[in-house]
């Protein structure tokens, strides 16, 4: 066709080259009079469940009673006989929490139950379950009512208790995010084969156990040491010297000695309070033009621990994509210089993905009682490639309690909340840390003793009008304000943020200004004043002592917020450590020699079928320790295997400790990623699989896997693409199977003299760009904000089955799944064999064209197709906010893609080499 490029290409050019769970009982509590007799508390109510005790679940009855006018939580068991009744006073002393489950990779909505710990005055923590998480949770929001109006709320004895977790939420107890769509990391199979110990035992993670004691590196030294020249001291046996032998014959008994150590926690630790100072702006790109005193040092005592978090350091377009910034060096030095002068401070760590930057410095004097520290980040932007949105994330045990600080700035614009929630579950679910010992599971954020979120999390007010808004700040009618704010919305519909706390927000709200004033935003746009600033936590023996802004900065459009914490952390006490460490090496000693460790499965098969791209699907089944010793299990290669599950396969929890009665429930997630879904698609690979779960001094159980997989036109060549005028699902296998070998073995693709001649460009890459030609050049932000999971799904669904006329969901998912299907080719657009010389030739607009001139048709028709398209959007970029050198970054990555080989290893320089040859046809005429 002839003309001009983009409409010729695009509007009139086809595919071919033509024109055109069951609930519990829930009962009021009968009443008594006066004179001793119970009472009803307003709206109170029983509520059934079990008890968990010692591996075991007894059933079990909660009931809230008043007695004399105070009240009560009586718990009653159904199993013994007569039943047991026992009172735990509401009083300032009780507390109670819902622990948080791990964020499910899963897409839809289910209501699993809840946990529940309880501690009163003289009573034990106890663990109970309840099978309907609504019901609890209007049982414990009256239980809190009820507290709230009998006692003033205060912060419990830091000292008292330990270990406990208190009472979470500004409207009632804290729940667990709610199991929903969540952002996957397409990168699954790296996931499970590069990180392949990647969770804790669930069990173990609901009880929210802390890692075991921290062992600086000469304490077994010491303990020698010491037993030597201390009579007072206890001996230390061999069998205890030969825990720190790094041989693989004491390592599982290594593992197992910890696992015991860190559940007998009360038993060695103290509680000491430290002062932790949190930050966080949101500095629009500037740099620091001066003092930030006002901000970090504004208190009189100077803080043990700093977390200072910025958004948006450095707004290029070569930071988006995770280049260097100058900025970086520039806000680290500027901190440094306004630390509080009452204390010495050393850094522990800074870790930054393109403008989110988090730092963490303690005070000199407690620098050595911090270890185990390690840094993580996860782009939330489209693809994850683009880190302009996302999160960073740093842990830490300081003495014995475990801390992880995440900085992130979630999805912009008023209307996006469920993109900001789908970026907080992104975060969630994809964030972890691989602990030094690679054989221990990976830690995800909410294992952590204590969890403190800061960033611009941009959520909004429901209000339209500005003025309105700025009225009602004038007026300091900012708890009316509050009822409007997506945060509290969202956590209150238990979306986003629900096991969080956040103090009462007392400061105007931080965004937005004109930049170096304070009067609010006086742009054409005009937005509308928000909290967009913010600090939330979890975990126990955390007091807020201040949650502020800080006017008097004005570099930025954002003001800064802190807060300043008093957190209960657990310290060692060396004496009491080594008391109950040599209790358990001799127990040990005892059971080994006695007992075997021994398991029951609930279920030894399963079946996936219709298994799809990018859907993840999830089997579960039970696991218990039927013997009389604690046991350690894991999933183990096969002989002649390097990992233990294939890459579209894994198992979670992979490996664990179960007490004697013990169960665990473990899933097995099928995902198929673009690492994958060749090898399905081709037949290559099925979904068959043996998983060998082995257990340490017993024996192995096999686990057999089958299913079927549907395939799709993600993943698959673009030759064998151009050959098919029907949808990919409705092509027999057989026939997709011959058709990729005949293409491998190379029947001619230039032929002419064929009647069934191949399509132009496969059609899937038509129907996606045509239209985005169509509806999407003004739109604002292409290709750089994310589409939503579920859109996402209905659009390569839609690929698949049909030839539509009109695409499912938005722009922005319709942009994201463009990208997708380019970046699950098996081989890239630019074949794999050119992709040294087009980084040779980068710098010769002519050479580069000769290179496009030997790319197999297919390639060479997609190449010219993309870039007639990828210049028409240019010429809107003043409503697109495109530009050649995001758009060359962005789809360098995905059309001139390194071999295999070779990816780990391009360096900055090769990148950018790639980037300027996409340049030469962004940038040149359509003469190629």
């Known amino acids: 066709p002839e003309g001009r490029p983009g409409e010729c290409a695009l509007a009139q050019w086809g595919p071919d080259g033509s024109d055109a769970s069951p609930a519990p009982v829930a009962r009021l509590v009968p009443s008594f009079g006066p004179g001793g007799a119970m009472e009803p508390a307003a709206g109170s109510r029983s509520l059934s469940g079990v008890e968990v005790t010692a591996g075991k679940k007894v059933k079990c009855e909660l009931s809230l009673v008043q007695r004399h006018g105070e009240y009560e939580l009586v718990i009653r068991s159904r199993e013994k006989e007569p039943p047991v009744q026992e009172k735990i006073p509401i009083n300032n002393c009780f507390k109670y929490v819902q622990e948080a489950e791990e964020t499910l990779l899963i897409d839809i909505a289910t209501n699993t139950g809840c946990k529940i710990r309880l501690q009163g005055d003289c009573t034990a923590e106890r663990l109970f379950e309840f099978p309907d998480e609504e019901q609890c949770v209007g049982f414990f929001t009256e239980v809190l009512r009820v507290q709230k109006a009998q006692t003033k709320v205060s912060f419990p004895d830091l000292v008292d208790h330990a270990s406990w977790h208190q009472v979470k939420g500004l409207s009632g107890p804290a729940e667990p995010p709610a199991a929903g769509i969540l952002g996957f990391e397409d990168n699954f199979s790296a996931m499970s084969l590069e990180k392949k110990r990647n969770l804790h035992n669930q069990q173990m993670s609901a009880r929210r156990e802390p890692p075991p004691p921290p062992l600086p590196p000469n304490r077994p030294c010491l303990r020698e040491k010491e037993a030597v020249v201390s009579k007072d001291q206890p001996k230390v046996s061999n069998t205890m010297r030969m825990l720190f032998v790094p041989n693989t014959q004491t390592g599982q008994r290594e593992g197992l000695i910890k696992h015991i150590i860190a559940k007998r926690e009360k038993e060695y630790v103290n509680i000491q309070n430290f002062r932790f100072f949190v930050g966080t702006w949101n500095v629009n790109g500037q740099s620091p033009d001066g003092n930030l005193e006002p901000w970090l040092n504004c208190d009189p005592e100077p803080p043990d621990i700093y977390c200072i978090g910025f958004q948006e350091l450095d707004l290029s377009t070569e930071a988006f994509f995770y280049f260097e910034s100058t900025k970086e060096q520039e806000w680290l030095t500027a901190v440094e210089r306004a630390l509080h002068v009452k204390a010495k401070y050393k850094k522990v760590q800074l870790v930054r993905l393109v403008g989110m930057m988090l730092l963490i410095f303690a005070r000199k004097d407690q620098f050595g009682h911090i270890q185990d520290v390690m840094a993580e980040t996860v782009g939330t932007g489209i693809m994850g490639k683009m880190g302009n949105k ?95 704010d997506q945060l509290n919305i969202q956590r209150t519909q238990k979306t986003a943020f629900a096991d969080f706390t956040e103090g009462e927000i007392k400061f105007i709200p931080t965004y937005k200004f004109d930049s170096k004033t304070d009067r609010w935003d006086s742009s054409g746009k005009c937005r509308v004043p928000a909290w967009c600033d913010r600090i939330l936590w979890r975990g126990g023996s955390v007091n807020q002592l201040q949650y502020r802004s800080h006017m008097e900065l004005k570099t930025s459009d954002h003001k800064p917020v802190s807060s300043l914490f008093l957190i209960g952390v657990k310290v060692v006490d060396e004496r009491r450590y080594r008391k109950v460490f040599e209790d358990i090496v001799r127990m040990m000693d005892r059971m ?121 036109c993600f993943g698959t060549s673009l030759e064998a693409l151009c050959w098919m005028k029907r949808p990919i699902r409705e092509v027999p296998i057989t026939k997709l199977i011959d058709l990729e070998k005949s293409l491998l073995e190379m029947v001619p693709q230039d032929s002419e003299d064929s009647g069934d001649r191949p399509l132009h460009v496969p059609k899937e890459i038509w129907i996606l760009v045509d239209h985005l030609f169509k509806n999407a050049c003004h739109q604002e932000d292409l290709f750089q904000t994310p589409g939503m999971q579920d859109e996402l799904q209905d659009i390569i669904e839609c690929l698949d089955t049909t030839i539509p006329e009109t695409i499912p969901g938005s722009n922005h998912s319709v942009a994201e799944a463009l990208l997708i299907f380019l970046e699950a080719l098996p081989e890239p657009v630019i074949c794999y064999e050119l992709y040294q010389r087009c980084l040779d030739c980068s710098q010769d607009s002519r050479l580069c064209r000769q290179v496009i001139c030997q790319l197999p048709r297919s390639h060479r028709n997609v190449f010219r197709y993309l870039m007639a398209f990828l210049r028409e959007l240019l010429k809107y970029s003043e409503d697109n906010n495109v530009s050649a050198n995001m758009l060359a970054t962005l789809f360098g990555s995905l059309l001139l893609r390194p071999p295999p080989n070779l990816l780990a290893k391009q360096t900055p320089q090769e990148r950018q080499r790639a980037i300027n040859f996409l340049l030469v046809f962004l940038l040149g005429v359509d003469d190629y």
């Open 592 to 712: 080994e020699n006695e007992f075997l460790p021994s398991l029951e499965l609930s279920r030894r098969e399963f079946s996936f079928e219709n298994v799809k791209f990018r859907q993840l699907r999830k089997e579960k089944f039970q696991i218990t320790n039927n013997g009389q010793v604690t046991c350690h299990f894991s999933f183990i290669p096969k002989l002649t295997d390097s990992q233990y599950c294939k890459p579209w396969l894994r198992a979670e929890p992979c490996e664990g400790y179960l007490e004697p009665n013990e169960t665990v429930d473990i899933s097995l997630d099928v995902y198929v990623s673009k690492d994958s879904v060749t090898l399905l698609n081709s037949g290559e690979d099925k979904i068959e699989e043996i998983l060998v779960l082995h257990l340490d001094r017993g024996k192995d159980y096999f686990l057999t896997i089958s299913g079927s997989y549907l395939p799709s």
């Open 390 to 484: 996302g999160g960073v994330a740093v842990r830490f045990v300081f003495h014995n309690t475990s801390f992880c600080i995440v900085n992130s700035h979630l999805a912009a614009h008023v209307e996006d909340f469920e993109r900001r929630n789908q970026d907080y579950k992104d975060i969630c679910a994809r964030m972890s840390f691989q602990t030094p010992d690679q054989s221990q599971p990976q830690l995800t954020i909410m294992k952590h003793d204590v969890v403190i979120w800061l960033g611009d999390l941009n959520y909004r007010l429901c209000l339209p009008d500005a003025n309105e808004v700025k009225a009602l700040i004038s007026n300091n009618e900012l708890q009316q304000l509050l009822t409007y």
